[in-house]
């Protein structure tokens, strides 16, 4: 199933070689010298040695979700390219700006903002460091030396909206988000839309928003009150935060839907699937760039033709998700990369 986005899931290696037209088995960079720099051959020009300063979003690594796939696309570039990370976490808003700053004032080559909270940052640090190049994720900047990285995140959305569809017993599901705003009204929009095409008269229950990306008792206790209107199912996109639907999940025996990471395996048995969404190829397609001297700014976007989104392989919930239902989860996929559907945004 080419949608199957995570490395050892079905389809990757097709998906990986497709999805993003860019080779990913690049050969690793010579090894660093004492000076920190790299050689290609004997009587080669030293190559320098990129710099990459990353700052995380509030939920930080660790949350299994949005920021710690950011990550996994800089330890991979990190063994290809034997390039130099300063990773630097997030504690409140007010620490985007400085953050930033501070990466860039280290000389970092890249500096990646990890959020769409760092907006404001973007557009007020970039303009400071012409020379130094940005990348944002999940927003769009102005500076012309910013990347704004971009996903369609309502088309993988909407393919777990229809599992949950076609899944759901109490024909009753439910939706968790973190602060609300548009980027989580597309992760919404998507689902809601995907149940509609289940075409199973499931209800979708009004929505639950934590106001926070980290606060797992929030977005736990959100659960439980959806889990005792009715809804069997519940897709959360909260970051750390949504932690707390799977432990709801677990306790009232019921299910839930992973986001932005592969998540099934935190709840086995609980957790249908995850809407990967790919921040570590789009990362690591970023670093390589830079490395290759093809960086470029503007908006980049990475949709399920391109491999950017789609959903993990049911693996923990082979007896609900029927081989009948992935067939038709196929089809579905085919044509939103057709353009047959066009899923909403909001």
């Known amino acids: 199933m080419k949608h199957f986005l995570k490395p050892g899931l079905w389809g990757f290696g097709t998906v990986a070689t497709l999805a993003f037209g860019l080779a990913i088995a690049c050969s690793p960079s010579a090894p660093a010298t004492s000076e920190g720099t ?21 939920g930080g690594r660790g949350d299994k979700s949005f920021n710690d796939s950011a990550y996994r696309g800089i330890e991979r570039a990190e063994k290809e390219f034997g390039i130099k990370v300063n990773a630097v976490d997030s504690r409140t808003d007010a620490d985007y700006e400085t953050n930033i700053t501070s990466q860039a004032e280290r000389g970092a080559d890249l ?145 839930a839907i992973g986001v932005d990471s592969d998540q099934d395996d935190i709840a086995p048995g609980r957790i249908v699937t ?36 789609g959903t993990t392989d049911f693996r923990n919930a082979k007896e609900l998700v029927t081989d009948a239902i992935k067939a038709d989860l196929d089809k579905v996929a085919e044509r939103i990369k057709s353009g047959d559907i066009v899923v909403p945004e909001k």
């Open 111 to 255: 500096v990646i903002a990890v959020g769409f909270g760092m907006l404001t940052a973007a557009n007020q640090v970039a303009p400071q460091f012409p020379d130094t190049k940005f990348a944002l994720i999940d927003a769009v900047a102005e500076p012309s030396n910013v990347r704004s990285i971009l996903f369609k995140e309502h088309e993988g959305s909407f393919l777990v909206g229809y599992i949950a569809g076609r899944t759901s017993k109490t024909k009753k599901v439910g939706f968790v988000g973190g602060k609300p705003g548009d980027l989580i009204t597309k992760f919404y929009a998507g689902f809601v839309a995907g149940v509609k095409e289940a075409g199973t008269g499931t209800e979708v229950l009004p929505p639950k928003y934590t106001q926070d990306w980290d606060n797992v008792d929030v977005a736990k206790a959100a659960a439980n009150v959806l889990y005792g209107q009715g809804a069997d199912i519940i897709y959360h996109a909260a970051g750390r935060a949504g932690l707390g639907v799977f432990e709801a999940a677990k306790e009232q025996n019921k299910y």
């Open 38 to 58: 790299s050689t290609t051959g004997e009587g080669a020009a030293p190559k320098k040695q990129i710099t990459v300063g990353i700052v995380f979003d509030k």
């Open 274 to 309: 995850s809407m990967v969404k790919r921040v570590d190829e789009a990362v690591y397609q970023t670093i390589k760039d830079v490395v290759e001297g093809k960086f470029s700014g503007g908006t980049k976007v990475y949709d399920l033709a391109s491999g950017g989104v």
